[in-house]
């Protein structure tokens, strides 16, 4: 039986690894798909599940490279391709990505809102099954569709221009869970350390 203490303790660094994780995967998950159309229908749908899929593939195959390339321009204007790419290598070693499922899509002209449950295995601080409940913001840059989840900036841009779709569509924050005999605890994200004794 674990002890209060030893609990809390890892609680709080799978805290802190599931935030890096939602982080780094909301960060990551940008890339081109195909334009939509002034009314989203089903192939609009369509190809905004598949840049979600597509971008979830290439950072579960480390292609970080690849990821930056596709990032917003005011998301590379902030960070180098250096940068990005030695940040998502240096998280590697805390996660496996294995699965992803995508859910609902919206589309509103260049806004598009995606709820995904990403799995994964957490390998430190101790070794366990996670999964992250992200919803993903895409924006249509120059005809094509970028994941935003991970660019507060350049998502509050277009929302602020967009306030009905604000509206219909509010931010939802990540939330993390691991396994836990069975069954899916959540691990708040950003939790406080527990003070040292």
Do not use: C
Request: zero cysteines; aromatic letters at 8%; proline letters at 6%.
């Amino acid at each position: 039986m674990m002890t209060a203490r030893r609990r809390m303790k890892i609680v709080s660094m799978i805290s802190r690894r599931a935030t890096v994780l939602a982080l780094a995967v909301g960060s990551a998950f940008f890339a081109g798909a195909a334009p939509t159309k002034a009314v989203p229908g089903p192939a609009d749908q369509a190809e905004v599940r598949n840049t979600v899929l597509r971008i979830f593939n290439q950072l579960k195959a480390g292609e970080y490279g690849a990821l930056y390339d596709s990032l917003p321009s005011s998301s590379r204007s902030r960070m180098s391709r250096d940068r990005f790419v030695n940040a998502l290598q240096r998280s590697r070693d805390a996660y496996r990505l294995d699965s992803i499922e995508i859910g609902a899509v919206r589309i509103a002209g260049d806004l598009a809102t995606v709820d995904t449950v990403m799995y994964g295995h957490i390998a430190k601080p101790i070794e366990g099954d996670g999964k992250l409940v992200v919803q993903q913001y895409l924006v249509k840059e120059n005809g094509s569709w970028r994941v935003a989840t991970g660019d507060r900036a350049t998502i509050d841009r277009f929302l602020k221009s967009n306030p009905s779709f604000r509206r219909k569509f509010p931010i939802r924050q990540p939330r993390a869970f691991i396994k836990n005999d069975g069954k899916w605890v959540e691990v708040p994200l950003g939790a406080a350390r527990p003070p040292r004794i």
